[in-house]
């Protein structure tokens, strides 16, 4: 069955450094999403993307955040300059069809700012 | 701010009975639910969604939806130990948003 992928599992990095998440999101799928979640806290939705660009993205993915499609498989999520708050779990999910809001997630990225 | 909003639990069952989790939503302009599963320290795994109101069958699974109410529950039947875990109601939120709920943590007993 086919599944988005997501590396690395864990990453840890100190404050201030640029850290890049990465997702393989299910190949015929057209629609992909990063969302977050604070350890003990909802699932939050930072930015969806499509035909290589933002649909719509959330208060808290500000200028400090980027996503790209730099290639046909893989979908990034960059934090430029890492703050102890970017602490979280971050899921990369995937759609298949325009307006088809069953979203399919990765296992996460577990990002640890020391 | 549009919210979604669960019981937080623990919600305890013993095995073999029904589970029944619930959801109410503010955004009326919403038409799409979904449940989620999320076990402890993994990603979100889709379950059930439902887009009409009334009820919804999936093997075990029922998810029920009434609009006018703004609420879509789950129900589990015979529940199983491997039920265990936190259930998380998301509903969208303009064509590609997904709003969650903080989530329903179940413990299923044998």
């Known amino acids: 069955e086919p599944e988005v992928t997501q590396t690395p599992s864990h990453q840890v990095t100190q404050m201030g450094q640029e850290v890049i998440l990465r997702c393989v999101p299910i190949?015929?799928?057209?629609?992909f999403y990063w969302y977050r979640q604070i350890l003990g806290q909802k699932v939050e939705f930072l930015v969806s993307?499509?035909?290589?660009?933002?649909?719509?993205k959330s208060e808290i993915f500000d200028d400090q955040f980027s996503v790209e499609r730099p290639d046909g498989s893989n979908f990034t999520l960059k934090i430029r300059s890492t703050k102890l708050e970017d602490s979280a779990m971050y899921f990369c999910?995937?759609?298949?069809?325009?307006?088809?809001?069953?979203?399919?997630f990765g296992p996460g990225t577990r990002l640890t700012v020391t | 701010q549009k919210e979604v909003e669960q019981n937080s639990g623990p919600l305890s069952v013993p095995e073999g009975a029904i589970a029944s989790l619930n959801c109410t939503y503010s955004?009326?302009?919403?038409?799409?639910f979904f449940w989620y599963r999320q076990y402890s320290g993994k990603s979100p795994e889709l379950i059930m969604f439902?887009?009409?109101?009334g009820d919804k069958e999936d093997g075990r699974f029922t998810a029920q939806l009434n609009k006018a109410s703004q609420y879509v529950s789950l129900l589990i039947r015979d529940s199983q130990p491997s039920d265990s875990a936190t259930y998380l109601c998301?509903?969208?939120?303009?064509?590609?948003?997904?709003?969650f709920g903080q989530g329903t943590r179940l413990t299923i007993n044998p």
């Open positions: 999910a995937s759609s298949e069809l325009a307006g088809d809001p069953e979203q399919y």
């Open positions: 190949s015929n799928h057209l629609y």
């Open positions: 993307f499509y035909n290589n660009e933002i649909s719509e």
């Open positions: 955004d009326r302009g919403s038409q799409s």
């Open positions: 439902i887009y009409s109101n």
């Open positions: 998301a509903v969208n939120q303009g064509a590609q948003k997904l709003v």
